[in-house]
């Protein structure tokens, strides 16, 4: 199934304190582009209580009843512009609660919020949204919360950025890059960031990525490759500053090469001043598809 396809239900991650702004206002742009609803969802902080059990009823009540008329108010707004909506507030880890959320609207996307490189750090910055890339069922957009914000503004139609890593979920990442470009009419720009043994060797992945993942050009959108040496985090980093993209694409593994607790996945989310938007494998999102295919066929009132 693709990106498109899949794109019927957009679950946006709400906090209620600015921080989700930013989110919502790509969630918007998204939905309005795939004909997507959108599903606001809201969970108690886990930064703020340890053990959500330990929170006062009285005060859980409270929480709830201002959140609710919170997203009440968001939902109208997005009904006014033809965006139909629902929401959710649950109680429970942020990860946790937006994966269960995603499968029980069968989501092709979620979009959560971070605190951006004016923050308090990278850790800080991409740990929560780096979690729900490992947990998620499809695709994640983690959007800074200062990406629409003085000298970083984005262009207006501006490309879209894929990077271009050999891994199980290239397939996917290439799908996804390209339904962006045609649905919004952007260029694409597959880069490519070359190790040490590719560059010693004088190999050029262009003349086999391409072909071997089925970009191409075309017709609908211009689409770029280029290849440029060093550490992928700090290449994706350069490209930002040089292409200016509306979004960067990346797909992600489920488990880290990287020596110590982050990957590739955690850098571009802590450092990118653009969306990032992982794509998991497409044996993820086969697995997820079969699940939503099985829940429409059990009769209702079975078990």
């Known amino acids: 199934m693709s990106f498109a396809a899949r794109m019927k239900t957009i679950v946006v991650a709400t906090d209620l304190h600015g921080q989700s702004e930013a989110a919502l206002g790509y969630a918007r742009k998204l939905a309005g582009g795939y004909g997507a ?3 606001l969802a809201h969970g108690l902080d886990p930064m703020d209580y340890v053990d959500v059990d330990a929170v006062p009823g009285r005060m859980r009540k409270g929480l709830s009843e201002q959140a609710r008329a919170a997203l009440d108010e968001l939902a109208g707004d997005l009904l006014r512009e033809g965006i ?17 959320v995603a499968r029980q609207y069968e989501a092709g996307l979620i979009v959560i919020g971070t605190k951006g490189m004016s923050g308090a750090g990278p850790v800080i910055v991409g740990a929560i949204a780096e979690q729900l890339v490992r947990l998620s069922p499809c695709p994640v957009l983690a959007v800074a919360a200062d990406w629409n914000a003085g000298e970083f503004r984005p262009t207006p139609g501006g490309p879209v950025l894929l990077a271009m890593e050999r891994n199980e979920a290239t397939l996917a990442a ?10 919004f009419h952007r260029t694409l720009i597959v880069l490519h960031a070359r ?15 391409l072909d071997e993942f089925g970009i191409m050009p075309s017709g609908r ?20 500053d040089q292409y200016h993209p509306s979004i960067l694409v990346a ?28 794509v998991p494998p497409e044996q993820v999102l086969a697995v997820f598809n079969r699940e939503r295919e099985q829940q429409a066929c059990t009769p209702v009132g079975t078990e």
């Open 84 to 100: 139909p909506s629902h929401s959710e507030i649950r109680q429970g880890a942020v990860a946790q609660m937006l994966v269960d």
């Open 174 to 183: 290439v799908g996804t890059a390209y339904s962006l470009a045609e649905t």
């Open 37 to 39: 609803r959108i599903v």
């Open 251 to 278: 797909g992600v593994k489920r488990a880290s090469e990287t020596p110590g607790p982050h990957g590739t996945a955690f850098a571009l989310l802590a450092r990118s001043r653009v969306p990032v938007l992982c």
């Open 221 to 240: 959108f211009p689409v770029r490759f280029t290849v440029k040496d060093g550490n992928p985090a700090d290449v994706m980093a350069e490209a930002i």
């Open 195 to 209: 190790g040490p043994a590719e560059a010693s060797a004088f190999l050029n992945p262009a003349a086999t990525t």
